[in-house]
């Protein structure tokens, strides 16, 4: 019973990347052994922002008010993606040969990058050349854990 498609001007500038398309990804992710048995591990993230469209309300249409796709998806992108995580670690034993305390500390978003991941609205009520960040990368923040490991 869906309506989708039935309208011509659902396709048009359709075509073009989707969404969730990045043309450039390097993600890493490494992890070693420090001295007095320190766990250092990492996660970095450079990637191209996502693609996006903008749309415009045509009126005074046949079939009524829509929304249409102004562009093909991929002319307009979100801020690249440029994030670091970080984990120290140290496991402390306890006498025997499993017991243990465990001790880490994550500290996420370390380069503190700022880049918006989602517009109030891709549709352009009036000229302007972007829409507004209503979401963003988290901040960097510190998560600690304490734990009893046997």
Do not use: C
């Not at 450079?46 to 929304?67: C, D, E, K, P, Y």
């Amino acid at each position: 019973s869906s309506r989708e498609g039935a309208d011509p001007n659902n396709f048009i500038n359709a075509e073009g990347r989707l969404q969730a398309d990045r043309p450039h990804m390097f993600r890493i992710q490494a992890v070693t052994r420090l001295p007095w048995d320190i766990q250092l591990s990492g996660n970095l993230d450079l990637s191209s922002g996502r693609a996006h469209n903008r749309q415009i309300r045509a009126g005074n249409l046949a079939q009524g008010t829509v929304s249409v796709i102004m562009e093909p998806g991929g002319t307009y992108r979100f801020p690249a993606v440029r994030n670091l995580d970080v984990l120290f670690g140290k496991r402390i034993p306890l006498g025997g040969n499993r017991a243990a305390i465990r001790l880490e500390a994550w500290v996420y978003n370390l380069l503190n990058d700022d880049q918006a991941l989602e517009y109030s609205d891709l549709r352009l009520q009036r000229p302007t050349p972007t829409s507004r960040p209503v979401g963003w990368v988290e901040a960097r923040r510190l998560q600690s854990r304490f734990g009893l490991q046997f």
